[in-house]
């Protein structure tokens, strides 16, 4: 490694026009628009191919997401809700299952989720008690990364059935959705279907864990589960609880993909992460790294 860096430090020394152009390149790096770079790849990449879905149709998606969190309460952001069609888009078109959302508040993530699944033939599943969260006790939450600390009161991000459903239909695709109305615990009992995929936004750890139990056991093999709670340690420390899994689900912990700080969406910090299902590992369907050593 060190016979490649020498000759490209003794350039850099030498040529002042390097120079310029490296400086350059790096300011322009470092100034490039985070969430400009993501809804491009979202556009011009890959995803929807399996299902026609072109970059005019993906183009169109970006921009009524940005609308809907424009004319909708929302606890997410338009970046947050590219980052999951983007995954919706992505999963096979012969896998079967739903998608299931997990936390509403007033339909703006539904909204933007039910237009992405009316492309790809998939019904959108919401579950909320459409009458805000449960009582947590006044625990005390804090974002460790960001420094924040608060609590949230019983009743907090209500949104009634009805005024969801209105939101969606004028933003989104209802005919595609199915609602859940109840907390957690209860409601989720209903679900039979396969998951191709989840999204939890769901504040407190109690409810965390109703969900994982009730939609982990349906989620497809190789599925993602994603959740906006990923600032939240106490929340996420539930894809790291050994013991429960095994309790719980007879299977280990998953861990937990942007832990602490979300996925990069931002160069400081998002609240977007997610788990992922995955059974026994296949060398066939996994990549080889340089840097690593392989007996063989």
């Known amino acids: 490694m060190k016979s490649l860096i020498r000759p490209f430090y003794r350039l850099l020394r030498a ?49 009524a997401f940005r609308a809907v969190t424009q004319h909708v309460p929302s606890g997410t952001a338009p970046i947050v809700h590219v980052v999951l069609a983007e ?23 539904s909204a933007s989720l039910s237009r992405v699944c009316a ?12 009458a805000g969260l449960p009582g947590d006790g006044m625990r005390r939450h804090v ?6 600390y608060g609590y949230y009161r019983e009743g907090m991000f209500a949104g009634a059935l009805d005024e969801v459903q209105a939101n969606i239909r004028a933003w989104g695709a209802i005919e595609v959705c199915d609602f859940v109305p109840g907390f957690f615990s209860e409601s989720l009992k209903a679900l039979h279907s396969p998951v191709a995929l989840g999204f939890l936004d ?6 965390m864990r109703d969900c994982v139990r009730a939609i982990w056991p349906l989620l497809v093999e190789g599925g993602y589960l994603y959740s906006d709670d990923a600032g939240d340690l106490d929340v996420v ?14 299977c280990s912990a998953p861990g937990f993909v942007g832990s602490g700080c979300g996925l990069p969406l931002s ?30």
């Open 15 to 63: 040529n002042p026009l390097f120079q310029r152009v490296l400086r350059h390149e790096l300011a322009a790096l470092g100034a490039q628009d985070w969430s400009a770079a993501i809804v491009d790849r979202f556009i011009h990449g890959p995803s929807g191919a399996d299902y026609g879905v072109g970059a005019g149709a993906k183009a169109e998606l970006a921009a």
């Open 87 to 109: 995954a919706i888009l992505s999963i096979p078109r012969e896998t079967e299952g739903v998608v299931v959302e997990c936390g509403c508040w007033k339909g703006a993530s």
């Open 119 to 130: 492309l790809t033939g998939r019904r959108l599943v919401v579950c909320d008690s459409f």
């Open 143 to 148: 974002g460790v990364h960001t420094g924040v």
């Open 202 to 207: 769901v504040d407190l750890e109690s409810s």
């Open 237 to 250: 420390k539930v894809f790291f609880d050994t013991a429960w899994w095994r309790e719980t689900l007879d």
């Open 267 to 296: 160069p400081s910090y998002s609240a977007l992460g997610y788990a992922r299902k995955l059974g026994a590992f296949e060398e066939s369907a996994w990549k080889r790294a340089g840097f690593l050593h392989y007996p063989e």
